[in-house]
């Protein structure tokens, strides 16, 4: 029988921010909508459900029949984009949002007091937030007199333009639109480090008042307004602000869903590999979200979520070979996230069909590591023409399924280091063409 998705709010050990602010929802009457399964009966990857898609406002509503009031939902959403070693404080692969509405007519005010009130029971006080608003010039006084009216200065208030995180749906040429906002004291982009003191700052929620509705390329008045918010897990839970940051003291921050999971990962690498050995937080990503997809029944395959899944078990065990560990330990990897992750947050133990499904895909990646070495070795592929070798190389990852970086370890341990402009300008370039791009010497 396939595994799925414990019903109601899942109940981890390690955060329960983002179950406090959907809790105070309810109780401000907001209707508790169970999360729907990790995948669709009919094979459709609802894990993969986006907050940016329009299904996930409509499902809330009752479209096509809108239900008056608020509806709130704690759904899982998997989100494997960034398939790269990032900033810990990056928002996991794996994680819950909370999505809520309110159908029907009501005060700005009134209900941006049921964000700040929720966002308070989950630890975020409405004094460390900055407001950025984005709206036509009619819509903004109403926003910022009911602001205002809650005590927020006008120096916490800003216009500004779309954030990148911001769902698409979220035009403000429908209704306005506000993005909540506060200091991160943990790093986010790729310069940051454990003692970042950048300012950056982390959104903790998007909120649109959707007055408006674009038909046939026309803008007209909405029969029932919206109301509309969503709250990621990771962004309030992300680098809790514990004194000043200083040099002797950094602070690495992890989502605390993740948290035992790296440490179970730490663990399980200790003694087998030095201080530059393979990251537990990417580790711990990657496995989260793999054990999830596995745990649905799914098995690695050549396209769709199942080369999501194929994908993610791959780059585990090549981040152990590139750092001189046996891929093999990808077994025990999983089992770790088994034990730290999904029985803390109530998931059913993974099937036997889903630990075969684990070891088919190990085998077979061990074959291509195998096969990829004596490839790599081969005559013509070492050349003296760094240009040529980095275009055989991407062919092989291409073709055939070499990871680049042990590719990478290989030519090293053979003497040659390949600079990274020629791998840079080989994946950009049409590895069929016989030349390389021009004013390149080959």
């Not at 036509?136 to 927020?152: F, M, N």
């Not at 992890?254 to 530059?276: K, N, Q, R, Y």
């Not at 979200?289 to 780059?315: D, F, I, K, N, T």
Request: hydrophobic share 40%; charged share 20%; glycine share 10%.
């Amino acid at each position: 029988m396939r595994e799925s998705a414990p019903q109601g709010w899942p109940t981890g050990t390690g955060a329960h921010a983002a179950s406090a602010f959907a809790e105070c929802l309810v109780r401000l009457g907001y209707r508790r909508r169970p999360p729907g399964p990790l995948l669709a009966e009919d094979g459709g990857a609802t894990l993969f459900t986006s907050v940016a898609a329009p299904a996930w406002r409509r499902s809330l509503t009752g479209h096509p029949r809108p239900e008056p009031g608020g509806a709130v939902v704690l759904q899982w959403v998997l989100n494997t984009s960034r398939l790269v070693a990032l900033p810990p404080a990056s928002p996991p692969s794996a994680g819950r949002t909370v999505g809520a509405v309110w159908t029907g007519t009501r005060a700005y005010e009134e209900a941006l007091r049921d964000v700040l009130e929720a966002l308070l029971e989950a630890g975020t006080g409405p004094a460390d937030l900055t407001f950025l608003l984005r709206a036509e010039p009619h819509d903004a006084v109403p926003v910022t007199t009911a602001l205002r009216g809650l005590g927020v200065e006008p120096e916490r208030m800003a216009y500004g333009t779309r954030l990148p995180e911001t769902p698409m749906r979220m035009d403000p040429e429908l209704g306005p639109c506000l993005t909540l906002r506060r200091l991160s004291w943990a790093p986010v982009f790729a310069h940051c480090d454990g003692r970042c003191t950048c300012g950056c700052r982390v959104s903790v929620a998007h909120i649109q008042f959707v007055e408006r509705r674009r038909t046939a390329g026309r803008v007209a008045p909405l029969s029932h307004p919206l109301f509309e918010m969503i709250v990621s897990e990771h962004a309030l839970t992300h680098g809790p602000r514990a004194g000043a940051l200083t040099p002797d003291r950094p602070r690495p921050p992890v989502s605390p869903l993740l948290g035992p999971l790296i440490a179970g990962i730490s663990d399980l690498l200790a003694g087998v590999t030095g201080p530059e050995g393979p990251s537990p937080v990417f580790l711990a990503d990657a496995s989260s979200a793999a054990s999830l997809l596995l745990g649905e029944g799914m098995a690695p395959g050549p396209r769709g979520g199942p080369y999501v899944l194929r994908r993610l078990l791959r780059m585990i065990g090549t981040e152990l070979a590139v750092h001189g560990l046996p891929p093999a330990l990808l077994t025990s990897v999983m089992a770790t996230a088994e034990v730290a992750y999904r029985a803390p947050l109530g998931f059913p133990r993974l099937s036997a069909r889903s630990w075969a499904h684990l070891t088919h895909e190990r085998d077979a990646f061990l074959k291509v590591l195998s096969r990829g070495r004596s490839q790599v070795m081969r005559p013509g592929v070492l050349s003296d023409r760094p240009w040529e070798t980095a275009r055989q190389l991407m062919r092989l990852r291409s073709e055939r399924g070499v990871p680049l970086a042990l590719s990478l370890r290989w030519c090293r341990e053979a003497g040659m280091e390949l600079p990274l402009v020629h791998l840079a300008l080989a994946d950009l370039w049409d590895t069929t063409m016989p030349a390389g791009p021009p004013g390149t010497r080959v």
